[in-house]
Structure formats: C-alpha cells, structure tokens
C-alpha cells in the first residue's frame, strides 16, 4: 500500500481514482461502510482506492481542542489498508487547509491531484471554510468538474455509529459497546515503562504499565478483561497473550497519576521495558476501588484474574492458572 504525507508526496504521473474522504478516527464500522462502498466502486471501475484523511484531527485546529483519539495515526493506516485502501494520502490540517472554500478543496485535492472519478463520504460530511460544503455540493463540483459523489449512511444493523459514540461508550467503561461499534476491541498503545514495582516486588504479581500517548481515548477506571499483544520487530509476528487491565489511580496506594497496566495471565518472565505493547479491552471486570488493606487487595485481584480467566480462556482442561493483576504498578 502507498502512503503519502500531503499533497506534494503523491506522484505527478498518478492516474485516475476512487477517493474516500473523512478523518476516520476508530475506523468504526460506520467508516467501514464508506470504505466498503469505494472498494466497491474502484473493483467496478478498475480503479485505485486512495483515502484522504487528516492530521491532527480538525477540532483541534478549528476548535483548539482534540477528542480522545481512537486510533493513533500509525493504526489508522494500518486499518485503512486492511479495509481496502490501496493508496492513503494524509492531509496536514492547518489554518490554511481549512480557509480553503468547497471549491478550492476539491480541485486541489480530489481533482488535480488523484483524478478523482468518484468520491465516498460519510453522508453527514462537511467540507471547506467554515464547513460550507455537503454531500450536495460535492455532487454539485462532480457534475461539474467530472466525478460522481455517493454520501454514505454512517449504519451498521440499523444503527448510526460515529466516533462520538464509541468515546462515550468507552467513558462509561462499556468496552463491550465500543468493540460492537468498531467492530473490534477498542486498543491502546505505547512503550512499556518503569512504574512503581509493586506489582513484582509488593504483591508478587507484574505488570507491563503503558506510556500512553497524551490524548488516547482511555476506558473508565476500573477492571478489564482482554490482551496483550506485541509485534516482533522486522517480522509481522504477534504476540499475544490474555490479559487483566487495570485502568486508574491506584486509589489504594493514595495513587494521583492515571495509568494503564496491564498483567499477562499466568506469565511473569516476560520482559517488556522499553518494548511498544498493545492492549485490547473486551470484557469490564468491575469498576475502580479502594482497599482497606494491601490483603484485601490481593484477594479482590485473585478474583478478577479467575474472572478474566474464564471470559477469555474459558474452563477447558488443562486451562492454565496463575496470580493476579489490579492496582499494581509494576513492569514485567
């Protein structure tokens, strides 16, 4: 797949393509439906897909202010591509883009440089200064300057998804929700780092504590089943392996910071310092609390491992056993 980090990284001699715009942040399967549609109309056509999206997100420049990011940019591409993009083109977001009229965008974008022959939107998809531009007058611009325009319900079973959704879903701790919606598990990212060690050292039991980007959209605080996965540098493998998450404060060690951890069940000769790890969040476990004792503690952790356990490994023979994983702070 090609990927080109703004307009003047797309070659002089690109031909025609079917072109799907939108800032796509969680690829849910509302944008899945755009892309599916312009996958359709490139095999049709025996044309190229190319995605347009957008960095950072709009809000941030038109509002100084950015939602919680679903997906990192990196991830965004990866999943653009595993839907069918054949090329993504990754528009900076600045003043100047956003000044530009209806017009402007798309002679600038669509037609001088991919050659548009049609283009895929969300149907509610506003465009140019002061997002004076619809679905209506991107069909408008076609009729004239040579594409057809298709807005695309933002509809999976008959429901309306947008990533506004899937950030509220997850800020109620309703992981199960939001993976409906993105049809996946909701994932973090980030480098593993040193925390306080009372996983391995305290309670026996470690945890990999995650550096996560400023901004990343963070379940609720509280207890989660899921996985912990990496990928071996140069190879494409994963590793993966079920996991307990705590997300919070640590209330019972009088925590302040807000952390993600996360333990692999039944596994404590991992080393991850300094390794880039992702977790995925698919079962709530229960929400964030305060112990009155470290003992205390120890147990309500075994019981969210057991739970954990058999949400993700089930109780076939033979399932494997281990310790437990909740406020800890520590790094495998």
């Given at each position: 797949?090609?990927?080109?980090?703004?307009?003047?990284?797309?070659?002089?001699?690109?031909?025609?393509?079917?072109?799907?715009?939108?800032?796509?942040?969680?690829?849910?399967?509302?944008?899945?439906?755009?892309?599916?549609?312009?996958?359709?109309?490139?095999?049709?056509?025996?044309?190229?897909?190319?995605?347009?999206?957008?960095?950072?997100?709009p809000e941030t420049v038109l509002r100084g202010a950015t939602p919680p990011v679903l997906t990192p940019l990196e991830r965004r591409v990866e999943l653009l591509e595993g839907h069918g993009a054949d090329a993504v083109c990754v528009l900076p977001f600045d003043k100047r883009l956003s000044a530009r009229s209806p017009e402007e965008f798309v002679r600038s974008v669509l037609t001088d440089r991919l050659h548009a022959v049609a283009v895929v939107v969300g149907e509610?998809?506003?465009?140019?200064?002061?997002?004076?531009?619809?679905?209506?007058?991107?069909?408008?611009?076609?009729?004239?300057?040579?594409?057809?325009?298709?807005?695309?319900?933002?509809?999976?079973?008959?429901?309306?998804?947008?990533?506004?959704?899937?950030?509220?879903?997850?800020?109620?701790?309703?992981?199960?929700?939001?993976?409906?919606?993105?049809?996946?598990?909701?994932?973090?990212?980030?480098?593993?780092?040193?925390?306080?060690?009372?996983?391995?050292?305290?309670?026996?039991?470690?945890?990999?504590?995650?550096?996560?980007?400023?901004?990343?959209?963070?379940?609720?605080?509280?207890?989660?089943?899921?996985?912990?996965?990496?990928?071996?540098?140069?190879?494409?493998?994963?590793?993966?392996?079920?996991?307990?998450?705590?997300?919070?404060?640590?209330?019972?060690?009088?925590?302040?910071?807000?952390?993600?951890?996360?333990?692999?069940?039944?596994?404590?000769?991992?080393?991850?310092?300094?390794?880039?790890?992702?977790?995925?969040?698919?079962?709530?476990?229960?929400?964030?609390?305060?112990?009155?004792?470290?003992?205390?503690?120890?147990?309500?952790?075994?019981?969210?491992?057991?739970?954990?356990?058999?949400?993700?490994?089930?109780?076939?023979?033979?399932?494997?056993?281990?310790?437990?994983?909740?406020?800890?702070?520590?790094?495998?």
């Amino acid at each position: 797949m090609r990927r080109w980090g703004g307009l003047e990284d797309i070659p002089s001699e690109w031909g025609r393509s079917v072109v799907a715009v939108g800032v796509f942040d969680g690829v849910h399967r509302g944008h899945q439906a755009i892309l599916a549609t312009a996958v359709e109309r490139g095999r049709a056509l025996g044309l190229p897909v190319v995605v347009v999206t957008f960095d950072p997100h709009p809000e941030t420049v038109l509002r100084g202010a950015t939602p919680p990011v679903l997906t990192p940019l990196e991830r965004r591409v990866e999943l653009l591509e595993g839907h069918g993009a054949d090329a993504v083109c990754v528009l900076p977001f600045d003043k100047r883009l956003s000044a530009r009229s209806p017009e402007e965008f798309v002679r600038s974008v669509l037609t001088d440089r991919l050659h548009a022959v049609a283009v895929v939107v969300g149907e509610d998809f506003r465009f140019g200064h002061r997002a004076a531009g619809d679905v209506a007058a991107l069909a408008g611009l076609g009729r004239e300057l040579g594409f057809t325009a298709h807005g695309v319900p933002l509809v999976a079973d008959g429901r309306t998804i947008t990533s506004t959704r899937v950030r509220a879903l997850l800020a109620d701790g309703d992981v199960a929700g939001a993976a409906d919606l993105l049809g996946r598990p909701h994932r973090v990212e980030g480098e593993v780092v040193h925390g306080a060690a009372r996983g391995r050292e305290l309670l026996g039991f470690p945890t990999a504590n995650m550096d996560l980007a400023p901004g990343t959209a963070v379940p609720d605080d509280g207890v989660y089943a899921g996985w912990l996965s990496r990928t071996a540098s140069g190879t494409g493998q994963e590793h993966r392996w079920p996991a307990a998450i705590s997300v919070g404060t640590n209330p019972t060690f009088d925590g302040a910071e807000r952390t993600v951890e996360a333990y692999a069940l039944d596994r404590d000769d991992l080393e991850l310092y300094g390794v880039h790890m992702a977790v995925e969040f698919t079962h709530r476990i229960r929400g964030q609390e305060r112990f009155e004792s470290i003992d205390e503690l120890i147990v309500a952790m075994r019981r969210d491992v057991d739970r954990c356990r058999e949400v993700l490994v089930g109780d076939a023979p033979g399932a494997p056993t281990g310790g437990p994983a909740g406020e800890s702070g520590s790094t495998v």
